[in-house]
DNA sequence: ACGAAGCCCTGCAAGC
DNA sequence: TGCTTGCAGGGCTTCG
């Protein structure tokens, strides 16, 4: 459940069901995430209310007034509300109880992901203090790419993958941005023009808000696994590989990039 | 500072 | 059918 849209579209389930409920309990059945739970978690987030449900990158933000949990999904976190009753089951790590008796439960097949708590101001945390801006908020456009990018010699579609540059772009939406924006994967950055970075910046926006978009509407009840396929049509590239380009017509290529696959279309994207 | 590679972990599909 | 291999949407850490 990874990538940026998947994340905000969790938020916007998850959000209006925890805002302003209580914690009535913590149960941890697998500390050995990324990196272990804290032992505090349980006793100082039981009995707070909770403030609010904000997603910074990747990172979702429970916020109470004894401190804040930090969670992530890694590639196959997801987060569900069930019922007060249910047992945890294969992969469930994390339950947080609410008074409005349903479970916020936390399940990770791969433990990529993270439930860090911190007192202090979350975004000083060392995994969120680098990270760079938001790119549906203000902040994000041509010039701050072409900034980043001067002397660096990675690939384009590497760089834009760097959290510090701008947060949440991930494989698949890296991918479908380049096409969109006709820039190929491989091109070093430093060596892209203020104008296409613009161009760029514009497709990260458009791709993650129409995958927000896609992502509200089928995921909008939690009930079933979360899990897509549910963007996948729309996909122009990614996992495509021997198709026609949907510009040209010409087949789709895969290759690696920073160990990552990448889809490209070598006749639109230079 | 940068960039490439290794690694964390499990599940699944393809290939033999 | 059963085994092995490679790959997966993330990102931290290490090394040169």
Redesign the pocket.
Not at 258 to 261: D, K
């Given at each position: 459940m990874?990538?940026l849209p998947?994340v905000e579209t969790t938020r916007r389930g998850i959000g209006p069901q925890i805002v302003g409920r209580e914690v009535v309990r913590v149960d941890v059945y697998q500390r050995h995430l990324?990196w272990p739970i804290s032992p505090r978690l349980q006793n100082e987030l039981r009995g707070q209310t909770v403030d609010a449900l904000e997603r910074r990158?990747?990172y979702l933000l429970l916020r109470s007034a004894t401190g804040t949990l930090i969670l992530?999904l890694?590639?196959t976190g997801n987060l569900r509300m069930v019922p007060a009753t249910w047992r945890p089951g294969?992969?469930d790590h994390l339950d947080i109880l609410f008074d409005s008796d349903r479970r916020l439960r936390l399940n990770d097949?791969?433990?990529?992901g993270a439930a860090l708590w911190t007192r202090a101001d979350p975004l000083r945390h060392p995994?969120l203090r680098h990270l760079g801006p938001e790119p549906l908020a203000g902040g994000f456009d041509g010039d701050h790419l072409v900034t980043c990018a001067a002397g660096?010699?990675?690939?384009v579609k590497?760089f834009i993958m760097d959290?510090s540059v701008v947060v949440g772009v991930?494989?698949?939406y890296a991918n479908e941005a380049l096409f969109t924006a006709g820039i190929s994967p491989g091109r070093a950055?430093g060596s892209i023009s203020r104008r296409r970075y613009s161009l760029l910046a514009d497709a990260i926006r458009k791709v993650l808000q129409e995958a927000i978009a896609a992502g509200g509407t089928t995921l909008r009840d939690f009930s079933v696994d979360g899990?897509?396929g549910f963007f996948r049509t729309e996909l122009k590239v990614y996992g495509r590989e021997g198709d026609p380009c949907p510009r040209c017509g010409n087949p789709v290529h895969k290759l690696k990039i920073?160990?990552?696959?990448t889809f490209h279309c070598g006749h639109c994207q230079r």
């Open positions: 990874p990538e998947e990324r990158g990747k992530h890694g590639m294969r992969h097949s791969r433990r990529f995994r660096r010699r990675c690939a590497s959290a991930g494989n698949i950055a899990r897509p920073g160990q990552r696959a």
